[in-house]
């Protein structure tokens, strides 16, 4: 029997900044999507998702030269055909997990990560899949074969575990934190997030921001942009592109204050919440990702004595995270729920995806 899990993940600081090629730090968490597969005497990868009584079957033998760019599993099976990993046996396959769907915590891309998991332990075990070229598969799949509006930050968190300062360049370079985060809590607020319309314009508009101003600026530089000269280069943009562009420079200037502070000795958990704080600020003002009800869950945290809270993901709906001292994580729990969240919990670092 094959068995595979992948955690969900939390962006700490970074949202809506992977796709332009900036830096984030994310977390993987104790919410996992579980598989597990024992070889049958078929032709079909049967796949059973439990959680919603619903069966998938795929044909080994299928060349997948004409499919829907949005069937994730076959965009997988795509790439990695190319890496040589080619299924030769069907597999009774068994899929469940407790990651919420649709929430922002990154349960498809777990999924996508445990599918690929499956594939090159059971039809490439003699080759060399680490962590981070399971990431960059999943990237592959997701993001480049379906050319989706993503970046790297789910893919890379989930595979590598614990808390990453990704790159999300080209180069992909990241530091691991093998540090814990006490005090994190999700409130699900039960409204689905809005992932491929929200991430699909807000990209587009940050993408135009920066096209118009290196072509404005030989040597423009986002990564060099500080808030000395941010309304310089601002006041160059049309008036509906400034908001995505002072988004963008900001939110890269506090993932690097937070950067330094993950890099001390001791974690300072206050000073970690008000850069949260400040960062959904701007996600909640010059990128308007969230909603009331998300709103709602954010004062509610902050007002109970959480250190920090932020929506998570793309926008529209999904979770938000908190950090709260010890003394304070049950109280902040409970009126999430009385304020309509329709779950909250605290979670805790996991490792990343086990194969």
């Known amino acids: 029997m094959i068995k595979i899990k992948a955690p969900g993940r939390v962006c700490l600081f970074g949202d809506h900044q992977d796709y332009l090629g900036l830096p984030i730090i994310a977390c993987a968490i104790n919410r ?15 796949i059973q998702f439990l959680d919603i009584n619903k069966v998938r079957r795929i044909n080994i033998h299928n060349d997948f030269k004409d499919y829907n760019p949005e069937d994730t599993f076959i965009a997988v099976l795509k790439v990695l055909e190319g890496y040589g990993c080619i299924p030769d ?41 680490n962590q981070e070229k399971l990431a960059k598969i999943a990237y592959e799949a997701e993001v480049l074969e379906r050319n989706g509006p993503g970046g790297k930050m789910d893919q890379y968190s989930i595979a590598l575990g614990k808390i990453i300062y990704l790159e999300t360049d080209e180069s992909a370079n990241h530091i691991t934190f093998h540090k814990e985060v006490a005090g994190l809590i999700i409130g699900e607020s039960g409204i689905p997030k809005d ?14 921001a920066l096209t118009f101003l290196e072509k404005q600026n030989q040597k423009f530089n986002i990564k060099n942009i500080h808030n000395e000269t941010l309304a310089i280069y601002s006041n160059q943009l049309p008036n509906h592109l400034k908001p995505f562009f002072k988004a963008a420079v900001q939110n890269h200037l506090i993932t690097q204050k937070a950067l330094l502070e993950f890099k001390k000795n001791a974690l300072n958990i206050a000073t970690i919440g008000k850069l949260m704080n400040a960062h959904h600020t701007i996600l909640k003002n010059n990128l308007k990702i969230t909603v009331p009800k998300i709103d709602a869950m954010i004062d509610t945290a902050l007002s109970n004595g959480a250190y920090g809270a932020k929506i998570v993901g793309s926008g529209g709906g999904g979770c938000i995270v908190a950090l709260a001292p010890k003394e304070k994580q049950e109280l902040v729990i409970s009126e999430l729920k009385k304020v309509g969240a329709v779950n909250a919990y605290s979670v805790s670092v996991s490792e990343g995806i086990l194969l």
């Open 32 to 46: 996992h999507i579980y598989l597990e597969a024992t070889p049958n005497s078929s032709e079909l990868l049967k």
């Open 89 to 129: 046996q069907g597999y009774d396959i068994y899929v469940k997990g407790n990651i919420p769907i649709n929430a922002g915590l990154s349960s498809s891309s777990a999924l996508i990560l445990v599918w690929i998991g499956f594939l090159v332990k059971a039809f490439a075990a003699n080759k060399q899949y």
């Open 195 to 208: 992932t491929l319309g929200l991430l699909a314009d807000r990209r587009s508009l940050a993408v135009e």
